[in-house]
T-cell receptor
Framework: AQKITQTQPGMFVQEKEAVTLDCTYDTSDPSYGLFWYKQPSSGEMIFLIYQGSYDQQNATEGRYSLNFQKARKSANLVISASQLGDSAMYFCAMRPGRNQGGKLIFGQGTELSVKP | GAVVSQHPSRVICKSGTSVKIECRSLDFQATTMFWYRQFPKKSLMLMATSNEGSKATYEQGVEKDKFLINHASLTLSTLTVTSAHPEDSSFYIC????????????FGPGTRLLVL
């Protein structure tokens, strides 16, 4: 079965500190993509970072980095130097396989609150 | 990044009426568009995948006759909720990609539907 699991419904972090949002996945496809999206209260889905299953290095995009541990099937998002504007829902998603039309499977989400 | 728009952003309708939601890719040609549904504080659930010029592929449990999807051009897909009922009230989000397996999908801002 193809599944994404986010076990942290809510997280708190102090402003300027780093925070890690957990994500594990399950797929039997050798080729897949992993994504993180941010959804503020306005509802828009903002793409943060992407990791391909064959990528040798962990993806980084500014303050966002993805800790990809393939053997553990985990793809945790690390946000460094948290800002108040980082408060939002964060979704991990997987695009399984090459022949599945590019659809995304989303995790349950983690609500991040940044404290001043 | 690529821009996807949705119209309307909010709609309130009476039970039994039909509602059409438009999803447009503004600066690229979208060969594939996806429709998701999201309940408050919940994950995005894929409803269907549409490819330009062909019939949409619906996910298991999604009523085809209830949620009509049309992808008539490379820049426009529509979702029509037919004979809407209060349980259809939800946040509907579309996304678009120019290649099914491309790195990421670009999401529209979403449409909040309230059926009275």
């Amino acid at each position: 079965a193809q599944k994404i699991t986010q076990t942290q419904p809510g997280m708190f972090v102090q402003e300027k500190e780093a925070v890690t949002l957990d994500c594990t996945y399950d797929t039997s496809d050798p080729s897949y993509g992993l994504f993180w999206y941010k959804q503020p209260s306005s509802g828009e889905m903002i793409f943060l970072i992407y990791q391909g299953s064959y990528d040798q290095q962990n993806a980084t995009e500014g303050r966002y980095s993805l800790n990809f541990q393939k053997a553990r099937k985990s793809a945790n998002l690390v946000i460094s130097a948290s800002q108040l504007g980082d408060s939002a829902m964060y979704f991990c998603a997987m695009r399984p396989g090459r022949n599945q039309g590019g659809k995304l499977i989303f995790g349950q989400g983690t609500e991040l609150s940044v404290k001043p | 990044g690529a821009v996807v728009s949705q119209h309307p952003s909010r709609v309130i309708c009476k039970s039994g009426t039909s509602v059409k939601i438009e999803c447009r890719s503004l600066d690229f040609q979208a060969t594939t568009m996806f429709w998701y549904r999201q309940f408050p504080k919940k994950s995005l659930m894929l409803m269907a995948t549409s490819n330009e010029g062909s019939k949409a592929t619906y996910e298991q449990g999604v009523e085809k006759d209830k949620f009509l999807i049309n992808h008539a051009s490379l820049t426009l897909s529509t979702l029509t909720v037919t004979s809407a009922h209060p349980e259809d009230s939800s946040f509907y989000i579309c996304s678009a990609s120019w290649i099914a397996g491309f790195k990421t999908q670009y999401f529209g801002p979403g449409t909040r539907l309230l059926v009275l």
